[in-house]
């Protein structure tokens, strides 16, 4: 949480009115509560910060009546383990803290009771995995899926209408516990506006994860280790939001009077590109979800197999994954430099790689299916169209970034390969070796064919 920190002191510094919260709560108390707590260490770190934080104010207004004492709330799931959490309490604290179990999705404390409430990384987990998507009845089953990550759009959007839900919930009873001025801040992990989930790196360790237990369900017909009904009832109950869905959510409360919502920097987010490989990835979804894991698969020695072979799974792909999909997508999406940074910009050989393969075409369902082909040339129009559509959105997030990054003035110098107005893919040289390509696939595939037979 390190990286927003200075925003939640400005906040703090800027918003908190304490003559006014103080005098709204009556007493000389004031409560804070911590939404999701789990059991430490993060949780006292961030309780403590704030604390520091309100007190600093109080010390910097010189106020007349006497300091507050700091009553402290930490609040998770019935399940969660509070002894662990209260053993691990700092000896050394300055606030009073009570424990208070119950799902943060409904009310759990009392009316205006509370002067500012704090969630860091758990508003993003539902009350529950959408019903749809293990529905076999339902558009949205999710079938050999664990996430809506790499999913069809039904599974997604029974996701998002979930979060809606949860999201409204809280929000209506944190409107309820927070005396009049009170402050709500929330931390979670989410999605710039038009970013996938499966384009993240968590996105990708999860559907390593997904393939991993998909060949223990393969091997059951020999070992019977998985069968398919455990992976179709399994899946992740967590969302992430884009900041627009968010502030939508907020203005549909209308409850809270001043909404300040910021997205950390892509560049610097660990979360979606940089910073963290895909195998500490693989540790972090392990730590959050083994407890799942084991209940609905049948132990820790499931758990074991699961994600030795997701790890396999990221050795085998971590190169590609890494070199194609995330670094162009860093490239092209996203500003890499500050504003009015640079004079001059060079690109060569490289921004006519797409940020990702369309993905229509790889979708059995759409118009668009690339049924045994590897590329647009020789394919027909609704593929191609699906690839232009795909580069016209990747070019204009290059575009854009590089506008900020350049000075007034300055220069992009692009060159990269192209096709002359009026010349199609199918003509070139390039496009008949990738149809011999293919072809030499094909006949691979009619070889392997012959074979089972």
Not at 151 to 171: C, H, I, S
Not at 299 to 310: L, N, Q, Y
Request: hydrophobic share 40%; net charge negative.
């Amino acid at each position: 949480m390190d990286s927003v920190r200075p925003r939640t002191e400005e906040l703090i510094a800027e918003k908190l009115d304490l003559e006014r919260l103080l005098a709204a709560g009556g007493g000389n108390t004031f409560r804070v509560a911590d939404l999701g707590c789990s059991i430490g260490p993060n949780t006292f770190h961030n309780v403590e910060h704030i604390v520091q934080q309100v007190r600093q104010k109080y010390n910097h207004m010189m106020m007349t009546s006497a300091a507050p004492e700091f009553q402290v709330f930490f609040n998770d799931q019935v399940n969660n383990d509070f002894n662990a959490l209260f053993r691990s309490l700092p000896p050394e604290r300055d606030y009073f803290a009570a424990g208070v179990p119950g799902s943060f999705h409904t009310r759990v404390f009392p009316n205006s009771s509370l002067h500012l409430a704090y969630s860091a990384s758990s508003a993003h987990w539902l009350s529950r995995v959408p019903p749809e998507v293990v529905d076999r009845g339902s558009p949205a089953w999710n079938r050999g899926m664990i996430h809506y990550g790499s999913a069809p759009k039904p599974v997604e959007d029974a996701y998002r209408a979930q979060f809606r839900k949860d999201m409204g919930g809280f929000l209506r009873a944190r409107s309820e516990e927070l005396v009049s001025g009170g402050m709500l801040v929330l931390v979670f992990p989410g999605l710039p506006d038009g970013m996938l989930h499966s384009e993240t790196q968590a996105g990708s360790v999860i559907y390593c994860v997904n393939l991993s237990i998909l060949d223990l369900v393969r091997q059951v017909k020999n070992k019977g280790v998985l069968d398919e009904d455990q992976l179709d009832n399994f899946n992740f109950p967590m969302y992430f939001p884009h900041p627009r869905e968010m502030r939508e959510l907020v203005e549909e409360n209308q409850c809270f009077s001043s909404i300040e919502l910021e997205v950390v920097d892509p560049e610097e987010s660990t979360w979606l590109q940089g910073g963290v490989g895909l195998r500490e990835w693989l540790v972090v979804i392990r730590s959050t979800m083994a407890e799942s894991f084991a209940r609905h698969f049948g132990g820790e020695e499931i758990v074991d197999k699961i994600f030795d072979g997701a790890s396999q799974k990221i050795a085998e792909r971590a190169e590609l994954v890494l070199a194609t999909n995330q670094l162009y997508v860093c490239l092209i999406n996203y500003r890499l430099f500050p504003k009015s940074f640079l004079h001059m910009a060079h690109s060569a050989s490289s921004a006519h790689w797409l940020s990702r393969v369309p993905t229509e075409v790889v979708d059995r369902g759409s118009p668009a299916w690339n049924r045994g082909m590897i590329h647009y040339g020789f394919a027909p129009k609704p593929v191609e169209d699906a690839y232009r559509v795909q580069f016209r959105k990747d070019m204009g997030g290059f575009l854009k970034a590089r506008s900020e990054e350049l000075v007034s003035g300055g220069m992009l110098v692009l060159v990269m390969s192209g096709v002359p107005d009026g010349m199609h893919h199918s003509e070139t040289q390039f496009s008949s070796v990738l149809s011999c390509v293919n072809l030499s696939l094909l006949d691979l595939v009619r070889q392997v064919t012959k074979i089972n037979c």
